[in-house]
């Protein structure tokens, strides 16, 4: 999957996701320093800062929100399925390997008449 953009070029869907976990881990940071100044500005004395606080912690969790719809997505258009991925190719090998053997013990002559 890609998505195109206006100079013709497209980004990856896993390109995509990076950008967007940057940008989240990013968010969470600035989020953090601000909770941390907002606590110590509070501590001091200065008004209405529970509000201010209150609408970050609100942002933070919004921001859980998205990274874990974003994460959902990834795991879906890799083809993960509960934190790993199949590979078929490696399955298909597996079964041809088998069925090798299979051949292989097989009596090659028929029942004696």
Do not use: W
Not at 20 to 39: G, I, S, V, W, Y
Not at 49 to 69: N, P
Not at 76 to 87: F, L, M, N, Q
């Amino acid at each position: 999957m890609t998505k195109d953009t206006p100079d013709g070029e497209g980004l990856s869907a896993v390109r995509v996701l990076e950008i967007a976990n940057n940008h989240f881990d990013r968010a969470l940071d600035e989020l953090d320093k601000n909770l941390t100044k907002m606590d110590l500005a509070e501590k001091a004395g200065a008004v209405d800062l529970a509000k201010a606080i209150q609408d970050t912690r609100k942002a933070t969790q919004i921001l859980f929100e998205e990274r874990v719809k974003v994460d959902q997505f990834r795991k879906k258009t890799t083809g993960v399925a509960y934190d790993y991925a199949i590979d078929l190719g490696a399955a298909r090998d597996e079964i041809g390997r088998r069925l090798a053997c299979l051949r292989a013990t097989r009596d090659p002559e028929p029942v004696s008449e």
